[in-house]
């Protein structure tokens, strides 16, 4: 069959109605919305490439496991199923259920992070550096220089910096560095992998310092298919035995289920250590639930359970990641600036070279997230000056970030190889447009976390 067909490896029994809106109701509803989709009604959406996470769609084998969800508060069925399979994959013996990734990420950071910590890790994901800053720790990302380039191609861009590392263990030691967390796949930087041979780096360096090592695992099966296809020795390999030598080298792991545990809520925490567990299981207790339950429902432990050996399986993994290859592709060759090589769960583009006369005081990835939904009902992300910019303590001057950027990201098994063609093609006739579209100034804005609730108007 030929490659840049990549037909899908599923059918389709149940459908969920899309609605089309007209450009002129787009047009108002952006208004509205303040010019900030987040404050969209999702039924006002054609495509929604807002997010990832949690909008997976299961497969009749994760719907029928619901009905085998066993509800007790104690000691529940689910519970070990669920188990029994994140041991099969990770090798770590004590699992705890969390209601999702951050719920794992607060009592994690409650037993291990004191004021004054570092927290080294290639690049740490929104919610743990808040948990961890929350503890009064300070999180570095030592990703290597080839992550932060958009242009640059570099097959193992989420990488940690060795040399940055070790000269972090050197001059701090066990006492100032509780833990190293690598995330797998590095999501801060667009869904790039880490090698195995990074990762048995940084291990070595963990033991010889005395200093844990976790993983982040949100996108763990995205990351081995990635090291199957990309790096030596791994190519005749199960997506499982390369999962459990990567997880071999380290003492436990986070997880947000909602990412590549294929269902829509959930999440887990992984231990070696018997004792670390007994802590988190206290903790649990606290702020998340009964450890054989930890804020999860028996049903959805049931359909994690199915989910997480589903998101192993190759043709799923060629089909998923072939997607956002295929779209990176068709952008590239349009001349779009796009960020390569492409990730697993995402297309990144370049909103400063996309519209190089928007100033990024005129948030020229908002303008991009407008031009996408008004033009054709498509829903994205800013990641640019509206999400990262900062103000400096002492001038009170604004602070751009390095990259404006605006993220499709591509849930699992939602929108057909057709949904993506009108994707790329909406993309390309805005790009073949850019000169007349316009910046915008906020208009309102909220104290934290602006970007989820702030508004904008045209300039
Ligand atoms: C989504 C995500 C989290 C947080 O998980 P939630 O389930 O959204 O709370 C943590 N780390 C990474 C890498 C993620 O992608």
Same mark, same amino acid.
């Given at each position: ?21 007209t450009r002129a109701e787009r047009e108002k509803l952006i208004v509205e919305a303040g010019y900030n989709c987040f404050n969209l009604k999702a039924e006002d959406v054609y495509i929604d490439l807002l997010t990832d996470s949690g909008v997976s769609a299961m497969s009749q084998a994760q719907w ?31 699992? &705890?259920?969390?209601?999702?990734? #951050?719920? *794992? $990420?607060?009592? /994690? ?6 004021? !004054? ?95 844990? &090592?976790?993983?982040?695992?949100? #996108?763990? *099966? $995205?990351?081995? /298919? ?6 030596? !020795? ?226």
């Amino acid at each position: 069959m030929e490659k840049n067909i990549n037909p899908e490896p599923f059918k389709i029994k149940m459908v969920e109605p899309l609605r089309f809106t007209t450009r002129a109701e787009r047009e108002k509803l952006i208004v509205e919305a303040g010019y900030n989709c987040f404050n969209l009604k999702a039924e006002d959406v054609y495509i929604d490439l807002l997010t990832d996470s949690g909008v997976s769609a299961m497969s009749q084998a994760q719907w029928a496991a619901l009905l085998l969800g066993d509800e007790s508060y104690a000691g529940s069925r689910s519970f070990y199923r669920l188990k029994e399979t994140v041991t099969a994959i990770t090798g770590f013996e004590y699992v &705890l259920p969390v209601h999702q990734g #951050r719920g *794992a $990420e607060h009592i /994690f950071t409650e037993m291990m992070v004191k004021p !004054g910590d570092l927290i080294p890790g290639n690049m740490h994901f929104d919610t743990t550096r808040g948990h961890l800053a929350l503890k009064g720790g300070r999180p570095l990302d030592l990703v290597i220089e080839e992550g932060l380039c958009p242009e640059v191609v570099h097959p193992f861009k989420g990488n940690l910096d060795i040399t940055k590392l070790e000269s972090i263990l050197k001059e701090y030691g066990p006492e100032k560095v509780p833990f190293i967390l690598i995330t797998v796949t590095c999501n801060s930087n667009g869904g790039q992998p880490v090698s195995m041979e990074n990762i048995k780096a940084a291990a070595k360096l963990a033991s010889q310092y005395r200093v844990p &090592l976790f993983f982040d695992m949100a #996108r763990f *099966a $995205e990351n081995c /298919f990635f090291i199957k296809e990309r790096e030596a !020795g791994y190519q005749d390999k199960e997506i499982i035995e390369i999962a459990r030598e990567m997880f071999s080298y380290g003492d436990g792991c986070l997880m947000s289920s909602k990412k590549d545990g294929l269902v829509n809520i959930g999440g887990f925490i992984a231990l070696k250590d018997q004792s670390l567990y007994q802590q988190a299981a206290q903790l649990s207790i606290i702020y998340e639930g009964f450890p054989t339950y930890g804020g999860m429902a028996g049903r959805d432990m049931e359909a994690l359970a199915v989910g997480l050996k589903e998101a192993m399986e190759i043709p799923y993994l060629r089909h998923r990641t072939g997607q956002v290859a295929q779209l990176v592709s068709q952008l590239e060759k349009a001349g779009v600036p796009v960020v390569v090589p492409a990730g697993g769960h995402a297309v990144y583009l370049d909103a400063k070279k996309f519209f190089p006369h928007i100033p990024q005081e005129e948030f020229p990835g908002i303008a991009l997230v407008v031009a996408l939904y008004v033009e054709s009902g498509i829903r994205a992300t800013e990641l640019g000056s509206c999400a990262f910019a900062e103000k400096d303590a002492g001038t009170g001057e604004t602070i751009y970030p390095r990259l404006e950027l605006v993220r499709l990201a591509i849930p699992r098994r939602v929108y057909t190889n057709t949904h993506l063609e009108f994707v790329a093609n909406s993309i390309i006739k805005v790009f073949q447009n850019r000169h007349q579209y316009k910046g915008f100034k906020m208009v309102y804005e909220p104290p934290v976390l602006r970007h989820f609730t702030c508004r904008f108007e045209p300039l």
